[in-house]
């Protein structure tokens, strides 16, 4: 009885013991925390690396998904040693690069555009990635300004946010969204003065 016994305690703690170890071994595989990029390799804490086809990339943020490979917010060009302006894309560790008919979708950095030519300000930004738009969800919002000749300017503001794995782009019309009403979980990201592509 007594042998019995000891038997099953030791099948209990050999039980637990994996089950704690397995635990373990799943939270570090499942976060991604990011360590550093060298030239177009993503390198993250739980020994992961990603290749993406970009060429200057930084690290931006990730914006949660429902499982638990998030979605990363980097900044980048599509080529090497081009006048391609610094743009935002979003990368997934399952697909890539999220395109649109098979072409990589590029957000606007925020900051100032101004025209090559004429030095006008044509474009003007300001980014926002992390709990923007709710206290759920992770999303990018952009307040936007599109400037006139004439000087004058149109306001809008655009949001990507998370849609199961992927990701939707949203219109926000009638100002429901302002910088003086963003959330507190939401970081700007500094924007840059540039002029437009040749």
């Not at 000891?6 to 637990?16: A, D, E, R």
Request: proline share 4%.
């Amino acid at each position: 009885m007594k042998t019995k016994s000891i038997v099953i305690l030791l099948l209990f703690i050999t039980v637990f013991s994996y089950l704690i170890f397995t635990n373990k071994n799943q939270d570090v595989e499942n976060k991604w925390d990011f360590e550093k990029v060298i030239g177009q390799i993503l390198y993250f804490s739980n020994d992961k690396q990603l290749k993406v086809d970009l060429y200057d990339i930084k690290y931006i943020g990730q914006l949660r998904t429902e499982s638990n490979q998030p979605l990363f917010v980097l900044s980048a060009k599509g080529c090497a040693e081009c006048d391609e302006n610094q743009a935002i894309y979003i990368y997934s560790p399952s697909f890539g690069i999220v395109k649109e008919n098979g072409v990589p979708i590029r957000y606007s950095y925020p900051g100032r555009e101004y025209n090559y030519l004429d030095k006008k300000i044509v474009f003007e930004s300001r980014m926002f990635h992390g709990k923007c738009t709710s206290q759920t969800g992770d999303s990018i919002v952009w307040f936007q300004k599109e400037y006139n000749p004439d000087g004058s300017y149109n306001e809008s503001t655009f949001a990507i946010e998370v849609d199961g794995e992927n990701i939707k782009e949203t219109i926000i019309k009638d100002k429901i969204l302002s910088i003086n009403n963003i959330t507190k979980n939401c970081k700007e990201l500094p924007g840059i003065d540039f002029t437009t592509e040749p």
